[in-house]
Structures are given as structure tokens and as C-alpha cells.
């Protein structure tokens, strides 16, 4: 005999319910992508007004999704909005890139230290092998530049501190915009790669002064290259 209508009724109250569906990326972070390459890569220069009339017709999008978008970067630091003239692509002063070195120097200094100190084999080859292919890129700038940051993220990510993740992360968006970049000049690849030989030396003996001590000279140094660009 089938089962009452109030038993199958019971029956499906104590059935799970269904997981919401997930909404979809909403526009505005789309176009916050698109308009963050377009700063990486020198389309929107630092200092240039953005016309938003022009962009919402290029994207085929409302200037709503585009303001959001906006929004987005100029919290991210990428984008400063000036009353009644709209928004800039951030130009940084060279107090601005001194800022964000020294801040970049505690941050990952501190996470050296951690990862000298506490991290396991796997996250040691992890870095190891990063390292490696840095050591192989060192003749290509590009390549280089990719490289060094996924290392110093993978360093940050196994401090397993996220707060400072997090803050790193946009502070090195925001260090992109520096027209100066430390590795533009001559010879600061090779530098900087002699200096991460060193750091990974001090990871490799568990030496958690010298890490700290050399992450901070990694990062003064790189300044020092930056301002003199």
C-alpha cells in the first residue's frame, strides 16, 4: 500500500533542500577586469582621466556597471575619483612608492621569518621550485616579473597569515602603477635574483633572523632602484 499523503508529506520536510544557485559574475566585475588590465598594461596610463562615455560604448555596457567597476579599483588604490571632474588612473608620487616598499618590506620580511621558521618539505620545494624558474627567466623581463610575484605570493600564502596576504596582494596592484618599477632598471633582475639565492639559503637553513633581514634589504633595494629610475 503506497504511503498516506501526510507521510509523504513528512517524509519530504525531512528531505535536505536544494543549494541555492550560485548568481552569476555580476557585470560590473567584469568590466573591473577588463579595466584593470587595461591599467597593467599601459592602455589606461597613470594620471589619465577615463572617459567613461567612450569606454561604456566600447564595452556595448550602461555607465551603472561601469561606475561599479570603478568603485571597485578606486578602492583597490587603482583608481582616484576627484569631485565633479570623475575618475583617474592613480599616478603615483615618489612618497607614494616609498610607502608602499617599506610596507611590502614589514609585511613579507615578517612572512620570511614565518616560513624559515615553520614551513614544511613540501612548502619548501614549492618555493624551491619557483625559485628555479626564476633562475631560468632571469634574460626575459616579463617572464621574470610573473614569476617573482607568484614567488613572493606562494611565500605569503605559507606564512599562512591572510590579513597580510590580502594587504599585499593590493599593495602590489597598486605597485604596478609605478612608472619607475625597481626591475626596469639595468641590472636589478640579476640583483634581485642573487638576493632571493640568499633568502632561500636562509629558508633552506631554517635561519629566521636572516630571512627577515634579508626580505627587508630585498625590498630597500628595490626602492633604491625605483627612485633612482
Do not use: C
Request: charged share 25%.
Amino acid at each position: 500500500m503506497p504511503p498516506a499523503p501526510a507521510a509523504l508529506s513528512e517524509a519530504a520536510s525531512r528531505q535536505p533542500a536544494a543549494a541555492p544557485r550560485l548568481a552569476p559574475r555580476a557585470l560590473y566585475q567584469e568590466v573591473a577586469d577588463r579595466l584593470r588590465s587595461a591599467i597593467f598594461e599601459r592602455r589606461l596610463e597613470p594620471g589619465s582621466w577615463i572617459d567613461e562615455q567612450r569606454l561604456a560604448a566600447e564595452y556595448g555596457i550602461s555607465r551603472t556597471p561601469l561606475r561599479e567597476a570603478l568603485k571597485v579599483l578606486a578602492v583597490e588604490g587603482l583608481v582616484t575619483m576627484k569631485v565633479r571632474r570623475g575618475a583617474y588612473v592613480t599616478e603615483m608620487s615618489r612618497d607614494d612608492v616609498q610607502q608602499v616598499y617599506h610596507l611590502l618590506g614589514l609585511l613579507e620580511s615578517d612572512a620570511a621569518a614565518q616560513v624559515a621558521r615553520a614551513a614544511t618539505a613540501a612548502q619548501r620545494e614549492e618555493l624551491e621550485q619557483l625559485h628555479l624558474q626564476l633562475e631560468r627567466q632571469v634574460k626575459h623581463r616579463e617572464s621574470f616579473f610573473a614569476l617573482n610575484e607568484r614567488f613572493h605570493m606562494a611565500l605569503l600564502r605559507i606564512a599562512g597569515n591572510r590579513w597580510a596576504e590580502q594587504v599585499v596582494t593590493d599593495l602590489r596592484k597598486v605597485m604596478k602603477l609605478n612608472r619607475h618599477h625597481s626591475l626596469f632598471k639595468q641590472g636589478r633582475m640579476s640583483e634581485s635574483l642573487s638576493e632571493h639565492r640568499a633568502l632561500m639559503q636562509a629558508i633552506r637553513e631554517k635561519d629566521t633572523r636572516a630571512a627577515a633581514s634579508l626580505m627587508r634589504a630585498h625590498f630597500a633595494n628595490g626602492l633604491e632602484a625605483a627612485a633612482s629610475g
